[in-house]
């Protein structure tokens, strides 16, 4: 014969068989407070069972449809928790070394955008250095050293001579324009390109635009006779065309038309 009662939220009493029986389990979430009359205990809930921290005995835990309490049950429920551990270390560990990655790559691509940004704002002051004090320089040579300059950088250093700045005793003006060379800062041949076109702008202001449009199709003719343009010609005339102002057009039949702007 059994008779119970609720006498309060979770806390119910009962008579069996003449014997009194006292129940409370109290709390939200897993852990829970537990009340009898033995004494007051706290119990967890777990994936497979539930721990009794006060009582283990009372512990037990269920696998494959087998249930098992007291010492097996918190061996059970300890080798679930190292392997939660494990996977836990494993997942913050993978994150950690994701998020150095992460780290590592935006810092190399900062630094590297840094000092291409340096690299190139020293590059332009190089170039802008080397342009001034050459066309500073070239502002009072007489056109027919400033012709004979461009002739010889195009036709000599354009055919690689660039690779040998050795003097020259017997031409003045090649062991002048070989000193501006070597003194520069400038890689070749970008060194070469800068000084052509000071050259052909200093020429242009002294000798006039039709003396320089004529001496720049005297350089392209006298390079196609000599088995065609090398692409260091192809960049010195280049050079040329912007420091003087013309436009090189395509025609229909794939050459070059130059025109002064």
């Given at each position: 014969?059994?008779?119970?009662?609720?006498?309060?939220?979770?806390?119910?009493?009962?008579?069996?068989?003449?014997?009194?029986?006292?129940?409370?389990?109290?709390?939200?979430?897993?852990t829970k407070l537990n009340l009898s009359k033995s004494g007051v205990s706290v119990s967890s809930k777990t994936?497979?069972?539930t721990i009794n921290w006060f009582k283990p005995r009372y512990s037990s835990a269920k696998i494959g449809g087998i249930q098992v309490r007291g010492k097996n049950a918190l061996y059970l429920h300890a080798l679930l928790a190292v392997i939660q551990l494990l996977v836990a270390c494993t997942l913050i560990a993978v994150q950690a070394i994701v998020i150095s990655v992460q780290v590592v790559y935006w810092l190399t691509v900062t630094l590297t955008q840094r000092a291409q940004r340096v690299w190139a704002k020293r590059h332009a002051q190089a170039i802008q250095a080397a342009e001034?004090?050459?066309?500073?320089?070239?502002?009072?040579?007489?056109?027919?050293?400033?012709y004979e300059s461009l002739k010889w950088c195009f036709l000599?250093?354009?055919?690689?001579?660039?690779?040998?700045?050795?003097?020259?005793?017997?031409?003045?003006?090649?062991?002048?324009?070989?000193?501006y060379l070597a003194a520069s800062s400038l890689p070749q041949p970008l060194n070469l390109e800068i000084l052509f076109g000071c050259l052909a702008e200093s020429y242009e202001r002294t000798a006039g635009e039709e003396a320089c449009?004529?001496?720049?199709?005297?350089?392209?003719?006298?390079?196609?006779?000599?088995?065609?343009?090398?692409?260091l010609q192809e960049r010195l005339l280049a050079a040329y065309a912007a420091c003087c102002g013309i436009d090189l057009t395509d025609t229909h039949d794939g050459s070059e038309r130059a025109e002064s702007k």
């Open positions: 014969m059994r008779a119970s009662t609720r006498v309060a939220k979770g806390t119910q009493v009962a008579f069996q068989n003449g014997r009194f029986i006292l129940r409370g389990r109290y709390g939200q979430g897993p994936e497979i069972g001034t004090k050459w066309l500073e320089a070239f502002s009072t040579r007489e056109a027919i050293w400033l000599h250093l354009g055919q690689g001579g660039i690779r040998e700045l050795r003097p020259n005793f017997k031409n003045q003006i090649a062991d002048e324009l070989i000193t449009l004529e001496l720049f199709f005297d350089l392209d003719n006298a390079a196609v006779a000599s088995g065609g343009r090398n692409q």
